[in-house]
């Protein structure tokens, strides 16, 4: 079965999909970043994985990989998934919430999707 991007916002408030907009302008700052719908989730991709996005009904939970651990509030789960590996989960509710700390974290997700 295929998926698409469109049927993750499906029954969601609009605010998600502006939240979704936000981080794909924040990625794609730092270069091209391709959109991979699974049944649960987008992947965000440069030659990997650098996020996976999860909508809900209003709000979308963000999944950075990461090169080390975040010492941050904002951090709902942190997982040590290999030496050099970390995934950061992340609850968004506004697309203000994509700000300067956020840019940093996928700069840092998007430089070891290489």
């Not at 979704?20 to 970043?33: I, K, M």
């Not at 987008?42 to 999860?54: D, E, F, P, T």
């Given at each position: 079965?295929?998926?698409?991007?469109?049927?993750?916002?499906?029954?969601r408030?609009?605010?998600?999909?502006?939240?979704?907009?936000?981080?794909?302008?924040?990625?794609?700052?730092?270069?091209?970043?391709?959109?991979?719908?699974?049944?649960?989730?987008?992947?965000?991709?440069?030659?990997?994985?650098?996020?996976?996005v999860?909508?809900?009904?209003?709000?979308?939970?963000?999944?950075?990989?990461?090169?080390?651990?975040?010492?941050?509030?904002?951090?709902l789960?942190?997982?040590?998934a290999?030496?050099?590996?970390?995934?950061?989960?992340i609850?968004?509710?506004?697309?203000?919430?994509?700000?300067v700390?956020?840019?940093?974290?996928?700069?840092?997700?998007?430089?070891?999707?290489?």
């Amino acid at each position: 079965m295929t998926h698409t991007v469109e049927q993750h916002f499906e029954g969601r408030s609009p605010l998600v999909r502006e939240i979704y907009e936000a981080l794909l302008r924040s990625a794609r700052r730092f270069g091209p970043v391709e959109e991979d719908p699974k049944k649960t989730s987008i992947h965000l991709n440069r030659k990997s994985a650098l996020a996976g996005v999860q909508t809900r009904k209003n709000h979308l939970i963000l999944t950075l990989k990461l090169d080390k651990d975040i010492s941050s509030d904002r951090v709902l789960r942190s997982q040590h998934a290999s030496a050099n590996r970390w995934y950061a989960e992340i609850r968004l509710q506004s697309p203000d919430e994509v700000d300067v700390e956020m840019h940093g974290w996928i700069e840092r997700a998007y430089a070891i999707s290489a």
